[in-house]
């Protein structure tokens, strides 16, 4: 057995190295609580992305750091520290940390699909989420989460947001008489209200807020870029050659916009039949060759499924009634790549030496 006191504990814990930041706990001071008895360590250790898969590769790498010193067992606390986007002063949303921005240069392609369901795959890793529809002509997220009723005000000041599966939610379809009403505005109406949306809705504490945009490129993401500092755009498409085409615009104009690309969702990927066989209907490696050209992550693909649809349908999304699915899952392995993607780029863009501290990390309650 190995020297096993505390400082010789502490010391090997200090030592391992956070995937996410490569840099060690030591350096990113996210230990804490450390106690030895026997051969038992109880520690607790705040992360900065809610990703399972990093949990899993941080306590093998605590395990790995301990076994020498004769520890037999160790129980790991976690918490988790969101990192937070610059703001400036006139910001309208200074509690949330991370605005993301799911869009495409191509109508059809899923984007409210992709939004609704990232944001609760989100919301299922223990981190507050909010779901913001900026299609103000074709709200969408109101059927796709079975959610009717008007938002109140408690002050008469600020607008209330809905709630849906622990979910804040804001779409101008719940402002509507009925669903079948179309909205008749011109642009400078649209501009105000999605700037209405923003400020004057009480989003509260939130570690992401999901923004599902309209199909096109220009408006939404022009507007919020003046307004305040975008954490980053996820990019949508699908393979084939015809939507890579409006789908490349849609990326140059963030290039222009200065809107940092997070990564690139692939939907409607392929169809696995009843025999296993995939087919890839719409051809393949599209996803991939948006990613290359915006030099981002292809965070995932999400296959052809019925039970997409179908659950869209009911109001219930795939991540909420059948995680398990392939889609289901596909959509929460793309929400823990991204969380620790928007990790990495805060801290690139720190200049690599502000990785978010322990203090404000919260218990993770994962909701699985």
């Known amino acids: 057995m190995g020297d096993l006191s505390i400082e010789s504990v502490r010391a090997a814990l200090d030592a391992v190295v956070d995937p996410t930041f490569e840099r060690s706990l030591g350096e990113l001071g996210t230990t804490s609580d450390l106690s030895v008895e026997d051969t038992r360590v109880r520690c607790t250790i705040a992360l900065s992305s809610p990703s399972e898969p990093i949990r899993r590769e941080v306590k093998r790498r605590v395990d790995e750091a301990l076994a020498p010193l004769g520890v037999t067992l160790t129980e790991v606390e976690w918490k988790v520290r969101v990192p937070t986007r610059e703001t400036v002063s006139d910001d309208p949303l200074p509690s949330v940390r991370n605005v993301i921005l799911v869009m495409s240069g191509k109508g059809g392609v899923g984007k409210s699909t992709v939004a609704t369901n990232l944001a609760l795959a ?20 109101p059927t796709m989460l079975g ?23 804001m779409s101008v379809g719940f402002l509507l008489e009925n669903d079948k009403q179309a909205v008749i505005w011109r642009g400078p109406m649209l ?44 990019m949508v498409t699908t393979p084939q050659e015809v939507a890579l085409q409006d789908v490349y615009k849609g990326v140059t104009l963030c290039q222009k916009l200065n809107l940092p690309i997070l990564g690139v969702v692939e939907n409607m990927s392929y169809f ?47 991540v909420q009634a059948a995680p398990d699915s392939p889609s289901g899952e596909a959509f929460a392995k793309i929400a823990e790549t991204l969380a620790d993607q928007i ?24 909701l699985r």
């Open 191 to 234: 501009h105000g209200a999605l700037q209405q949306f923003i400020g004057d809705v009480e989003w509260g504490e939130l570690d992401y807020l999901v923004i599902d945009s309209p199909p096109g490129t220009g408006d939404v993401a022009l507007t919020l870029g003046q307004k305040m500092r975008i954490t980053g755009v996820v």
């Open 272 to 318: 696995v039949d009843s025999a296993g066989v995939k087919h890839e209907i719409f051809g393949a490696g599209g996803g991939q060759k948006i990613a290359d050209y915006a030099k981002a992550t292809l965070l995932g693909q999400v296959p052809m499924d019925t039970a997409v649809r179908e659950w869209g349908d009911k109001g219930t999304p795939v």
């Open 122 to 141: 989100l919301r299922r890793l223990g981190t507050r989420v909010g779901l913001l529809d900026a299609d103000l002509y074709g709200p969408s997220i």
């Open 343 to 366: 990790a990495v780029e805060h801290f690139k863009r720190s200049g690599g030496e502000k990785a978010p501290k322990a203090e404000g990390a919260r218990r993770l309650k994962i």
């Open 147 to 169: 959610i009717t009723g008007q938002p109140q005000s408690a002050d008469g000041k600020k607008i209330l947001p809905l709630q849906r599966f622990g979910l804040k939610l």
